[in-house]
């Protein structure tokens, strides 16, 4: 079960019946999961979900929230933390040792594929006394909406660096990049485009992104980077059966690659936007007394 801590995220675990620890979900009606940080839901549209999660005190889910006096739990979602024009709200079940279960039917999901930020507020009456957050991943069914974008899922990411298994990372012997981490790399990626010059009328959000191979290129750049940072860090060479051995010497090599990676996101955004803002400078406006449209 995936615990939550109050306003600090928390760790893995299973909800919803797929997922584990540090990977993403791979089985419809599922939940991904991730080591640490804020955990990840994911719901496929055209089906109910019922998915199931713990609140805790603390970030390592080992103290169980209490319910006993909480006289309402709801669930909300939104496609990004000022968006206030669309919203999906769900009241929750819940038990006193703080296990919550929340109900997502094609009625709350269809049309809304996409990554949300989600949380789970805590009510004594009408007072909210606690807030605890999760991301919500929307992804396409083949038979539910099909309307909008192709959601960006966190194996999308995966397959593009090859972080699929733990077969596929021999040294590491685990997964490189939780759920929570590629989805804080699009989130990173998006806010990029929206605060790159020009500004457009129009801003974008993880459920609206219409360019998706190369929000991939721009996650991918994030996740190296930020990858690099940490190698970086933990760098100490040792001895060893008269070998001298570093296993955090990966950083230069990944700086590479975020550079890579993140040049390509770079251009694509300057000569996107250079588009996109030239096509906003022509339209028509109608002058009624001279019988006309004029352009510009």
């Not at 675990?13 to 994911?42: F, H, K, N, T």
């Not at 999906?88 to 930020?117: F, H, M, Q, R």
Request: charged share 20%.
């Amino acid at each position: 079960m995936i615990c939550i801590a109050e306003n600090i995220g928390g760790k893995g675990g299973i909800a919803g019946g797929a997922g584990a620890q540090g990977q993403a979900s791979q089985i419809a009606g599922g939940a991904g999961a991730c080591d640490y940080g804020y955990p990840v839901l994911e719901v496929v549209t055209g089906l109910t979900t019922d998915l199931t999660v713990q609140l805790t005190k603390d970030y390592n889910g080992t103290i169980p929230a209490d319910l006993s006096s909480i006289t309402r739990v709801d669930f909300c979602a939104r496609p990004s933390m000022v968006s206030h024009n669309k919203e999906i709200k769900v009241p929750c079940t819940y038990t006193a040792e703080g296990v919550v279960t929340v109900s997502l039917t094609p009625k709350e999901v269809d049309y809304n594929n996409g990554v949300w930020y989600a949380e789970f507020h805590t009510y004594q009456d009408d007072v909210q006394v606690g807030n605890y957050r999760a991301y919500l991943c929307i992804r396409k069914g083949m038979t539910g909406s099909q309307d909008g974008p192709n959601t960006i899922t966190a194996m999308d990411v995966r397959l593009a660096v090859m972080d699929t298994s733990i077969e596929a990372n021999q040294l590491l012997d685990d997964l490189e990049f939780s759920d929570m981490m590629i989805y804080h790399a699009i989130e990173r990626s998006i806010d990029e485009w929206n605060e790159t010059p020009p500004g457009l009328a129009r801003k974008f959000d993880a459920t609206n992104f219409p360019f998706k191979e190369h929000l991939i290129k721009g996650a991918v750049g994030y996740l190296m980077q930020e990858v690099a940072y940490r190698y970086n860090r933990n760098r100490m060479q040792y001895n060893a059966a008269g070998l001298n051995l570093d296993s955090n010497d990966k950083g230069p090599a990944y700086i590479a690659m975020a550079q890579a990676a993140r040049l390509e996101w770079k251009n694509f955004i300057a000569a996107k936007k250079t588009e996109m803002n030239m096509a906003e400078c022509f339209g028509t406006f109608d002058l009624p007394y001279f019988g006309n449209k004029c352009y510009w």
